[in-house]
C-alpha cells in the first residue's frame, strides 16, 4: 500500500471487488441496497477494496480488537475482481500488447499488487510482472517519438493503466530534455 496521502492508492483502494459473506450480519444490509435488512449468509456484493478487506480481515492481534473478536472468523470472503479474473490472465499471457488495461482497471497494476498482498497467486504475479515488461518496450518506444502521443498513438495512451502512464511520462520528459541537451551542445 502507498502512502496515506498517496492518491493512486486512494484510487486503487476504492476499486469494487466482489466479496460473499460468511456469516448473517445484522443491519448491514445498506451494503445490497436494502436499508435495515441483514446480509444473509451467502450474498455476493461488490465492496470497495478497503471495506472488503477490513471485513475479511481475521485479527490475531489483541491490541487491534476487542478481546471478544480475537480468533473470530472473518466476515467475508474477498472474491478476485473481474479485472485479475482468468480469461483477462489468459488474454494477457497470449498477447499483453493487445489488452486494454485502463478498460479493466484505471489502476490495473496497483489492484493487482494489492490483491497478491491478499492471495498466494504465483501465476498472477508472473503474469502481471511479464505484462509490464512487455508493454513497458512499447511505451519506451512511443515516449521517444518526437510527437508523443499523437496520432496513432492516441489509442495507444488510452489503453495504459496509470502506472503506464507515469512510465510513459518520465520516458517522454527524459527523451525531450535529451534532445534539448543535444540542442544545446551543438549550439556552443
Given amino acids: 500500500?502507498?502512502?496515506?496521502?498517496?492518491?493512486?492508492?486512494?484510487?486503487?483502494?476504492?476499486?469494487?471487488?466482489?466479496?460473499?459473506?460468511?456469516?448473517?450480519?445484522?443491519?448491514l444490509g445498506y451494503?445490497?441496497?436494502?436499508?435495515?435488512?441483514d446480509i444473509k449468509q451467502g450474498a455476493k456484493?461488490?465492496?470497495?477494496?478497503w471495506l472488503?478487506?477490513?471485513?475479511?480481515?481475521?485479527?490475531?492481534?489483541?491490541?487491534?480488537?476487542?478481546?471478544?473478536s480475537i480468533?473470530?472468523?472473518?466476515?467475508?470472503?474477498?472474491?478476485?475482481?473481474?479485472?485479475?479474473?482468468?480469461?483477462?490472465l489468459n488474454a494477457l499471457k497470449a498477447d499483453?500488447?493487445?489488452?486494454d488495461l485502463r478498460a479493466q482497471a484505471p489502476h490495473f497494476y496497483s489492484l493487482g499488487a494489492r490483491m497478491l498482498e491478499l492471495f498466494e497467486e504465483d501465476e498472477m504475479a508472473d503474469v502481471l510482472t511479464e505484462t509490464?515488461?512487455?508493454?513497458?518496450?512499447?511505451?519506451?518506444?512511443h515516449a521517444h517519438n518526437p510527437r508523443g502521443a499523437l496520432g496513432e498513438g492516441a489509442d495507444f495512451m488510452r489503453s495504459l493503466d496509470e502506472t503506464e502512464?507515469?512510465?510513459?511520462r518520465a520516458a517522454h520528459d527524459s527523451a525531450k530534455a535529451t534532445r534539448t541537451w543535444m540542442t544545446d551542445v551543438k549550439k556552443s
Fill in 52 to 68: 472488503a478487506e477490513m471485513l475479511a480481515v481475521r485479527y490475531e492481534d489483541p491490541t487491534k480488537l476487542s478481546p471478544q
Fill in 132 to 141: 509490464f515488461k512487455k508493454r513497458a518496450i512499447g511505451i519506451a518506444d
Fill in 31 to 37: 451494503l445490497e441496497g436494502n436499508i435495515g435488512a
Fill in 165 to 168: 502512464r507515469q512510465l510513459f
Fill in 71 to 88: 480468533g473470530s472468523s472473518p466476515m467475508a470472503t474477498i472474491d478476485m475482481p473481474s479485472p485479475l479474473s482468468q480469461r483477462v
Fill in 96 to 99: 499483453p500488447k493487445s489488452v
Fill in 45 to 49: 456484493i461488490e465492496l470497495p477494496l
Fill in 1 to 27: 500500500m502507498g502512502s496515506y496521502y498517496d492518491i493512486d492508492a486512494i484510487l486503487t483502494d476504492a476499486q469494487k471487488v466482489p466479496c460473499t459473506f460468511d456469516l448473517n450480519v445484522p443491519g
